[in-house]
């Protein structure tokens, strides 16, 4: 065990992988040349130094994160002890093995690294199973050595649950997570303890709201004048309640910073590290507690968190000195107790975590995907016979038995039965609910191919093999379709395949 995991500073992500608690992130390098300039490459690897410097040793990119990669991986060619976790944030839509391959190569050529330490991988639409044959295929690249370890980001619970039965060795998912956005905190929680699976948290400073900076002070419209992350964090804001509801949560938070600072739960000097830069102005002092140490200790605390992801926008402005601060003081009961509380009195953010990025409210820096996607490619091809649409989802029992996924015809939309088998593989392993979310997903995708959706789903019929619990089956319909509500026949049956436990047919009516 190293001393910056017995002190609290790091922790072991995942086997061979210790990472400083405190990852710094580097999304903000792209926001930083949004204008077309990159930023100086040996500058901007000095100031990433400097967080290492003061042991906050690991480092949070991706593949479009401007000139972050081959600025971090200028530092790692002059110091080992660093960890450079990346991403790659594919075009949806299938991915050849070469398309995986390419990228795999593009992150350790530009990182400088014949192994990279971890890599974290966005699935833009659960329902084209191309996200399950990117993960596999990378773990082909894991399993010869390119890769020490696999990552999600913005990856909900139930398609966690599914890759990691499906046999993904997922050791970590990056999430929103913050005072504003405690979905985290729910069934994902739940997953990432069954699974063994770490959080990695970002967004936990709203972009820098949750400080004092911005107590008391009047809305800022979302315009170019923000930095992206404002922009993205100030929809959050208006998502819970507006403005005025946040500023109710940030005196609730300076408070308890202040009752901490009152009550001096903490050392008064932090020997680790002196910037070379100044500490923001108007900022708390750099040693006391602060709003935004609060915020980030109220996630950093949470079970399932293994790290949070601060945003720094490297030159510019650095709150390293005040950031340490999260080291040297806990929350006590009551603290948590008024911050619960607080949160309590704004609206829940949507759904489950990752959801902005895949259906409206798009909580995103622009409001809209058009900063990531110029389209979602329909899920399977498409044929016309006579006046039907029919769609093949390409396993060999469609070719064999001669039958279609799904045919529409005029407006209705008839979905052939449907197991959880996808090229030669069982998803979701031997779990029934896991198995019933990768056929419903199976079910969307048809669907979305012949331009519908499961919201005009009006009837399911449901087989489980005999001698499977019918409920958790149950359980993942009515997760599913709980304000869609189609008529539905819930049966035990002599299903064929072995590993096959349930079957799922479907019939859609659209205008
Ligand atoms: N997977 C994903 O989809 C995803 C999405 C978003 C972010 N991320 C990751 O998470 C990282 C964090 O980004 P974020 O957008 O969520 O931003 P964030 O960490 O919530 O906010 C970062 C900003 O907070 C301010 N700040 C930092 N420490 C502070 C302190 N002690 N006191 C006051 N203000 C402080 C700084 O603002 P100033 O610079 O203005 O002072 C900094 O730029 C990204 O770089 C990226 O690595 C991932």
Known sequence: MGDGIADGRHTLLAPGLEISRIVTGMWQVADQERGGEALEPASACRAMGRYADAGLTTFDMADHYGSAEVIAGMLAACRADIQL??????EPGPASAETVAAAVDRALDRLGTDRLDLLQFHA???ADPSWLDCLFELAEHQAAGRIRHLGLTNCDAVHLD??????????????CFSLLDRRAAGAITEVCRRHGVALLAYGTLAGGFLSERWL???EPPIDESLTWSQMKY???????GGWDRFQGLLEVVARVAGRLNERGRFADTNPHVTSGLAEEKGAA????????????????????VAGIIVGARLGERIHLENNLNLFRFTLDDEARRDLDEACATLDPIPGDCGDEYRRPPFLTASGDLSHHLTHLPAPYPVRLSGTARL??????????????????????????GTTASHGGRVIGGRDP??????????????LQSLGAGLGDVVRTRVYIREGVDWEPVARAHGARFADIRPANTLVHANTIGDDLLVEIEAEAEVS
């Open 85 to 90: 976790l990346t991403k790659w944030v594919p």
């Open 124 to 126: 833009w639409n659960y």
């Open 162 to 175: 599914m890759a990691v039965r499906s046999g993904v060795p997922i050791v970590s998912n990056q999430v």
């Open 216 to 218: 008391g002070r009047p």
């Open 234 to 240: 100030r929809r959050f804001i208006d998502q819970v």
């Open 285 to 304: 002092g750099s040693t006391d507690v602060s709003v935004a140490n609060v915020a980030c200790r109220y996630v950093l605390e949470h079970a399932a």
């Open 391 to 416: 769609v093949s989802t390409g396993t060999p029992w469609e070719e064999m038995a001669g039958y279609s996924r799904a045919v529409k015809r005029g407006g209705r939309i008839h979905v052939a």
């Open 433 to 446: 609910a896991a198995q019933t979310h990768f056929i419903i997903d199976k079910i969307e995708g048809s």
